[in-house]
Structure formats: structure tokens, C-alpha cells
């Protein structure tokens, strides 16, 4: 808690994971390294089965036990990878938190959201069932849970989506973590509840300092909400840097690709949305060179190979691309 | 625009803390075949009371002298070959089915569920063992198994009880690591897991409390198939011991003389019946009640 200001809070290295899949292992994730200071906010996006998701729960530590981690994740300096399961309890909740995807879900029908919410609380800070039940009942009325006081012996089923993700929220907060992960926080929600939920998590990251990553598949929620993103395809990282930096100079054709994919407003009727033809390459069957190649539109046969390098093209502007000369000089920018 | 949608300021709160299980016993009543096997395995169990306080005659006492009657004032069913009244055998006759029920199935539920939810939280090669394990048991009948125990123990309540239990473990080991797996599953317990809490406390205070109105659900089915087993074991000469009396062994006793006087075999057997359909006709409703997704189709 006492690190200088500059030192990394999270510090991933060259992370892989390897899954055991009932068609044989697969690579799920490979060579991702990132960086995260205390109150940073870095994004994840792409498209389902790019790693996103197994990026997140490696850094939790809740792979399931067939799954093969390699690399570094560091918290503060001390290695996570390997960690103990029972001292990686200790951690989670505490200092790494997360937000799931499907907040009808991720709340047992059985019991209270007080009980629910002041159980992290019991746990990690060992307070007493009163006290934590008065922090229970603060939290859910910091996340905006209307009437808590009167609503905290209420069941899960009792609420709406919206009203149930601020609960899981409440959970994820209780113990003031460092690390706070949102995976695709707000995907399960209406477009209207979305936009509240992220400027509660915008507010309680800023308000209590902490570092998040924010998962998700829709680029207009990394650009509003992060400082840094990384675009994840087959595993890797295709592209990564800062936010601004990444929508006024989109470096990788994946990238490029969904950028251009998105709905947009005012288009004429019976516009066909544009899509990146072809389809995600099998995790248990990688190509050996850039997992893009067979769905990109400038490939060459070096890109078959071996797996780019990542291409520096800015301040801290990474695009794992052997062309970017060629695809930059054609690259949409947003807002155009 | 029209106007905003408000609610009235005399419409009923919203109860809070309200259990998803409101108006059981409402929804219990209405179903009839709850009742009815309520009913039924309330019968077995108030006889089983009743006979600890009082009897209409010693079920213990042999009168010759008066054997085989037929059903009278004095002996509403009759009496059997050594002159014992029917009323006062089948009363504390279900003692014994009630006591070998509970105790068999008591030992099924515990080992079973704690073994179950042993293999759904370990898995690998504990789990493997386990399931192996009880497929091993369960490869053995009831009855197979307590010859085998009476033979090095000796015959006796003891050993049928002890035989059944055993017998139930592995169909518990089942039902419990088939839903504890469904329950691991669940976002719920990843939310659990990433909020700091280990396997143990998952097991405890979510997997089990999920999974319970399954495991009540087949301990009533259990219980059935227990008495039914016991009577088996009785009749076979390996379970309760004379002179305590009980349903099976009245069976058999009335088996040299089904000719004679057919009756004394219809009298225990209808009591295993009533006893055995009670529990399925409970269980089933059970089912349905504490499944609102079951209980909505009907």
C-alpha cells in the first residue's frame, strides 16, 4: 500500500495460458504484457473467444486446475503466478475484485444481498456481523440501491438486472480493492442502465483510486471509459496504447476492421453493416504466423511465418503488425 | 407524452426479506398428492407414537390359548398363531419400520451428501475414487449385503440397519455430486470464489443450501425403499429379531398360513403399502413444491 506513485500496482509479463480442451490443449492466451499503475484504467476488447475473459481470470487466479499458466503476473512486486490457493483467497476480494458479466446470475437466489455484500467484509477484514451489515447497507447506498436500508434482507430475484449488477458491484467494492476487474460489466443490461453503471464504476474507480480493467466487446465503451486499451485477437494483443491514441491512429487491421464494423448512426436505411469476413481461428488449431492473416485484407505471405513482433508507432503505441506502413496509411479515425 | 406512470400511495409495500418459499403450506394444502402422503406417513408415524404410550393388548404376550381369532370387540383384527393381537403388532410393529428408516437413511444422507460434495468440490482423481467406490456398493444389493453382514455379526436390527444404511450411500453419493456439480457451475460461485472464499465455505454456504430441497426430495424416496428393504430383511429371518415385532416378520410368520387364515398376511402387507406409497405420494409433492419451475406447469 506504500509503493511510490510510479511503481507498477499490477505488473503482467508475458502471460500464457493453455486450456485443455475436450479437442485438445489450446492456447488461450499468449504473450500479454501489460502494466498498471495505482488509479489507472486499461481496456480490453475484442471478440468472443480472443482471451479477454481467460486474461481476467488468470489474474484472479481462477482458472480451472487443468489450465496451464506461464509467465508473470505481479502484485505490488510479490508473484501471483503459482500462488497458493489459499493464499490467493486472501487476495481475492481484498485487493483484486471482480464485476461479472451476468449480474441474474452472479447472486445466489439463497440468500440475502446484505448477507451477500457484508460477506467479503467478514471474511478479509474479520468486522463483526452488525458492523459489517452497517457497511453493507452504506455500500449498496453508495452504488445507488434505492431505499437500501429498507431492501437488505431482500433475495436477489426481488431486483431488477440493473439494480442487481449495483449489488454485485457492492460486493466487489466491500473491501476497498486495488484491483478492480470489470468483465463485460454491462453487456447483460439495457442500453440506458449501461450508461448509468459505467459512470458508477467511472466514479467509484476515480473516488476510491483504483486501478481497473474493463472488459468488453464494444469499442465505444473501452473509448469513453479508459485510459489505455489493448485489443485482443486469438490470444494476443494485436494492438495496445493509449486510448486517444489508438481511435486517431488505428494501427492493426483487426482493429481497423471492428472499428469499421460498428453500427452507425444516421446510415441510410438497408445499409448492410460491414463485417471482417471469415471467421475466429480455433484456439486448439493456431496458425504459426499472425492469427489475423486469414481474415485480413493486406496479408502477405511473410505474415504466415511467425507472429509479428509488436511494432512500436507512437508513445507506447504498440501494433503487432508487419505492415502497419501499408494499413496505417489507410486507417479509419474515429469520429469520422 | 403521456402521463408518467406512478404509484399509488396506497398500494401495499413491498414485503421485504419475503422468501421465494411464501405460501408453502398454502400451495402444500392445494396439493393433493402432498396430502395425501402426508396423510399416509403421518398415520405410520402417529402408530409408531401411539404404541410407545399405548397398545391395546402386550404385543409381547403369547396366549395359545386364544390364537387365531377372528377380528372381534376385544381383538379388532384378531390375533396371530401364538395368540398375539394384530392392532397391537402392527402398532408397534411400525416402531421398527420407523427406527431402521430413519437411522438407514440417516446414515445414507450423511456419509452420501458428504462424500458428494467431497467429489463435486475436489474432482480429479478424488472424485474418480469416490464415484468408483460407490459404484462398487452399489453393486451389491441390500439384502446381499447384510447376509454378508449377519454372517459375521449375527442377525438383528443391527445388522439390517446397518446393511441398508450402507446400501443408501451410494445412491446419495450420486444425487449430491450430480447437483453439487450443477451448483459449482454456477456465476454465483465464481462471483464467491473471486470474492475470497475457499471450497469449503463454497460447499457450505452455497452449494449445499441449493441443493437441499433435492436431497430432502430423495431422502423421502430413500426412507421408502429403506422399509421396504427392512420388511425384506425381516421376512428373511435377518432382521429384527423376535420377539420384537415387526412388519416383515409377521409376514413370514403368516406365510405357513395363508391358506388358514390369508388375512394375517393382507394386515402387515397392506401396512408396508401404506407406509411405502405415503413416502413416494410425499416425495413427489415434495418435489413439486420446493421446484417452483415443476410446480407453475401444473
Partial sequence: MNGSASAPLIEVKDLGVRLNTSRGPAQAVRGVSFSLRRGETLGLVGESGCGKSVTALA??????DSAVVSGSIRLEGSELVGLLDARYCKLRGNRIS???QEPMTALNPMHTIGRQVAEPLRRHTGCATGEARKQAIALLDR??????ARRVDAYPHQFSGGQRQRITIAMA????PDVLIADEPTTALDV?????ILDLIADLVEERGMSMILISHDLGVIAENVQRMMVMYGGTVVESGETNAVFTRMGHPYTQGLFRARPKLGARKGTRLTTIAGTVPELADLPAGCTFADRCGIVVERCRTALPPAVDVGAGHGVRC????????????AGA | MSAPLTIPADAPPLTPGARPATGFWRRALRHRSFVLGAALSLLVLGSALLSLLWTPWSAYDIDIASKLRPPSAAHWLGTDVLGRDIVSLLLVGARSTIMVGVIAVGIGLTFGVCLGLIAAARKGWTEELIMRLSDFTFAFPAVLSAIMLAAVAGPGMLTSITAIGIFQIPTFVRVTRGSANAIWAREFVLAARAAGKGTFRITIE???PNILSILIVQATIQFALAILAEAA?????LGTQPPQPSWGRMLNDAQTLLFQSPMLAVYPGAAIAIAVLGLNLLGDGLRDLLDPRLARER
Fill in chain 1, 59 to 64: 489474474l484472479m487466479g481462477l482458472l480451472p
Fill in chain 1, 98 to 100: 471482480m464485476i461479472f
Fill in chain 1, 143 to 148: 452504488v445507488g440501491l434505492p431505499d437500501a
Fill in chain 1, 173 to 176: 467494492l466491500a473491501c476497498q
Fill in chain 1, 192 to 196: 440506458t442502465i449501461q450508461g448509468q
Fill in chain 1, 322 to 333: 508487419i505492415r502497419t506502413d501499408v494499413s496505417m496509411a489507410s486507417a479509419p479515425r
Fill in chain 2, 206 to 208: 452455497h452449494v449445499l
Fill in chain 2, 233 to 237: 430383511l425381516s421376512y428373511l429371518g
